[in-house]
């Protein structure tokens, strides 16, 4: 049974760069068909998906936030990371690792979450 | 790209049934039988229920049943028991700009 497990620092100062990995367990990460996520939700509000990469490298993000994000994949670790620049007060949300279905379109299963807090 | 639009709340007493719409556009909703379902308790990582419209991944009760007509998709659960009190998230294949998530609807067992 595939598990995602997110990790990262919980605190980032302003203008810095958020980086948080996730790491896949009982499956492989080079596994057809499926493409390897980043959602996020602010406290108390809805789901925003920040983007998702391939194992080959190719990758999708939200438009919103394509500027400042990078979703990298390292397959000898079973990981994948999400590397988010420029950060402000509006970046303070959970981070959830998820990973998602090219085929029917769903994400199954997902991370925990992480709390990230952007503050001086 | 703009959220799919969910009610904020929804409610119905133990062993009613509680319905959820989800409108997007011909671009997202309307466009492609992919839309799913998302259950999430507070504090916890949301959960799937139903895809391609309304299919249930294994373990998911039969409770749950979910439609499309048009641009809007629908959530059902039939049968309210207290731990269907969550959060439920739409969210829809959009094609060029791929993915996008509904504004999610808070549903209360009464």
Known sequence: ?120 | QSALTQPPSASGSPGQSVTISCTGTSSDVGGYNYVSWYQQHPGKAPKLMIYEVSKRPSGVPDRFSGSKSGNTASLTVSGLQAEDEADYYCSSYAGSNPLVFGTGTKVTVL
């Open chain 1, 1 to 120: 049974q595939v598990q995602l497990q997110e990790s990262g620092p919980g605190l980032v100062k302003p203008s810095q760069t958020l980086s948080l990995t996730c790491t896949v367990s009982g499956g492989s990460i080079s596994s057809g068909g499926y493409y390897w996520s980043w959602i996020r939700q602010h406290p108390g509000k809805g789901l925003e998906w920040i983007g998702y990469l391939y194992y080959s490298g190719n990758t999708y993000y939200n438009p919103s936030l394509k500027s400042r994000v990078t979703i990298s994949i390292d397959t000898s670790k079973n990981q994948f990371s999400l590397k988010l620049s420029s950060v402000t007060a509006a970046d303070t949300a959970v981070y959830y690792c998820a990973r998602y279905s090219g085929s029917y379109c769903w994400f199954d299963p997902w991370g925990q979450g992480t709390l990230v807090t952007v503050s001086s």
